[in-house]
């Protein structure tokens, strides 16, 4: 047993959250302890593991959470923040694409671009730095925006070798803020793009803009070294505020409001939709307005590819949003 295992705050949760599968093992040393801050405010309701997991998992669509460690502040053990030991050490967790191989992923909750950190978070940090050395797991210690590909992320901006300077000399370098968001972008292990959307970056870029930016790409099949438009991506769903949006009966493929499912009787609403559907190569038949199988089979395998942590075979809000980005995408 490793020493970071006795650690009397470590939480063993492996195996104990959601999942769907395993990561294969590592095939090469750990050399980096790569350290991450989860950009979730800790007053916010989903700043936990449990929601980390589903997030990682059922919108991600990766096998565990992405970490293998997490410091919990917000669960204090005898003065010192709480460890949760998530995904075996032995494993390559997606957490930092093409390094996942000798990369030890460690996150500590809470968005430090504006929360503070606690003397029960910093005791814990110490405490897990020291045991990971003397076990001798990993040689470096590196913030997520450090590794390669990664500068542009809005990560460990804040410093950790000011925070611990009086008990880790030269744990990490200085903070530095992240660089702007490179106009392309290659495809790491791991990715997605639900991974890669700087939901919480000051660029903004969304999900939708990197479906609408990227007609030829299928996100559900990127491959590692694909390269596709990130930063140039931006506004290319959402239009920028002094554009106006075109109202939808402008549009070609109209779609409609309201959630439609079987044994819904908007009929026009279901031809709308199925046109939709159909000219985006998700075939449900002859657009008769009946919400039928093909209709509901073809929502979900949408789903599937678009919005795999919704998949239900039922048109809504989120469902809209998704179809009426593709269709952009495909100059509709």
Same mark, same amino acid.
């Given at each position: 047993?490793?020493?970071?295992?006795? #650690?009397?705050?470590?939480?063993?949760?492996?195996?104990?959250?959601?999942?769907?599968?395993?990561?294969?093992?590592?095939?090469?040393?750990i050399t980096t302890r790569v350290w991450h801050h989860s950009l979730t405010k800790l007053s916010a309701g989903g700043s936990k593991i449990e929601s980390f997991a589903d997030?990682?998992?059922?919108? /991600?669509?990766? %096998?565990?959470?992405?970490?293998?460690?997490?410091?919990?502040?917000?669960?204090?053990?005898?003065?010192?923040?709480?460890?949760?030991?998530?995904?075996?050490?032995?494993?390559?967790?997606?957490?930092?694409? /093409?390094?996942? /191989?000798?990369?030890?992923?460690?996150?500590?909750?809470?968005?430090?671009?504006?929360?503070?950190?606690?003397? =029960?978070?910093?005791?814990?940090?110490?405490? #897990?730095?020291?045991?990971?050395?003397?076990?001798?797991? $990993?040689?470096?210690?590196?913030?997520?925006?450090?590794? %390669?590909?990664?500068?542009?992320?809005?990560?460990?901006?804040?410093?950790?070798?000011?925070?611990?300077?009086?008990?880790?000399?030269?744990?990490?370098?200085?903070?530095?803020?992240?660089? =702007?968001?490179?106009?392309?972008?290659?495809?790491?292990?791991?990715?997605?793009?639900?991974?890669?959307?700087?939901?919480?970056?000051?660029?903004?870029?969304?999900?939708?803009?990197?479906?609408?930016?990227?007609?030829?790409?299928?996100?559900?099949?990127?491959?590692?070294?694909?390269?596709?438009?990130?930063?140039?991506?931006?506004?290319?769903?959402?239009?920028? %505020?002094?554009?106006?949006?075109?109202?939808?009966?402008?549009?070609?493929?109209? #779609? %409609?409001?309201?959630?439609?499912?079987? $044994?819904?009787?908007?009929?026009?609403?279901?031809?709308?939709?199925?046109?939709?559907? /159909? !000219?985006?190569?998700?075939?449900? $038949?002859?657009?008769? $307005?009946?919400?039928? !199988?093909?209709?509901?089979?073809?929502?979900?395998?949408?789903?599937?590819?678009?919005? =795999?942590?919704?998949?239900?075979?039922?048109?809504?809000?989120?469902?809209?949003?998704?179809?009426?980005?593709?269709?952009?995408?495909?100059?509709?």
């Amino acid at each position: 047993m490793y020493k970071f295992e006795k #650690l009397p705050q470590l939480v063993d949760k492996r195996g104990k959250l959601v999942h769907k599968g395993s990561y294969s093992k590592r095939t090469k040393t750990i050399t980096t302890r790569v350290w991450h801050h989860s950009l979730t405010k800790l007053s916010a309701g989903g700043s936990k593991i449990e929601s980390f997991a589903d997030f990682h998992v059922r919108t /991600n669509g990766w %096998p565990e959470i992405a970490y293998h460690l997490i410091i919990d502040p917000k669960h204090v053990v005898n003065g010192k923040a709480t460890i949760y030991y998530c995904v075996d050490i032995s494993k390559k967790s997606y957490h930092v694409g /093409n390094s996942n /191989n000798i990369g030890l992923g460690i996150c500590v909750i809470g968005d430090y671009q504006t929360d503070k950190l606690t003397d =029960p978070t910093v005791h814990s940090i110490v405490d #897990l730095h020291k045991a990971l050395v003397a076990d001798g797991i $990993g040689k470096y210690d590196k913030a997520h925006n450090e590794m %390669p590909g990664y500068s542009w992320k809005a990560c460990c901006v804040f410093d950790y070798n000011k925070a611990f300077k009086d008990v880790l000399d030269d744990m990490l370098p200085g903070s530095k803020q992240p660089d =702007p968001v490179p106009g392309l972008y290659t495809i790491q292990e791991g990715d997605t793009f639900w991974s890669i959307a700087l939901k919480d970056g000051k660029e903004g870029i969304i999900v939708e803009d990197l479906i609408a930016a990227n007609p030829g790409v299928d996100p559900s099949k990127l491959k590692v070294g694909q390269t596709i438009k990130f930063g140039s991506a931006q506004n290319s769903y959402t239009p920028k %505020p002094e554009t106006p949006k075109k109202d939808q009966s402008e549009y070609k493929y109209p #779609l %409609p409001s309201g959630i439609l499912k079987t $044994g819904s009787t908007d009929k026009t609403g279901i031809k709308q939709l199925q046109n939709a559907l /159909n !000219a985006v190569y998700f075939k449900c $038949g002859t657009a008769d $307005g009946i919400y039928g !199988a093909k209709t509901k089979d073809a929502v979900t395998r949408f789903q599937k590819v678009y919005l =795999p942590y919704e998949i239900d075979g039922v048109y809504g809000r989120n469902t809209k949003i998704k179809l009426k980005a593709v269709l952009k995408s495909k100059g509709y």
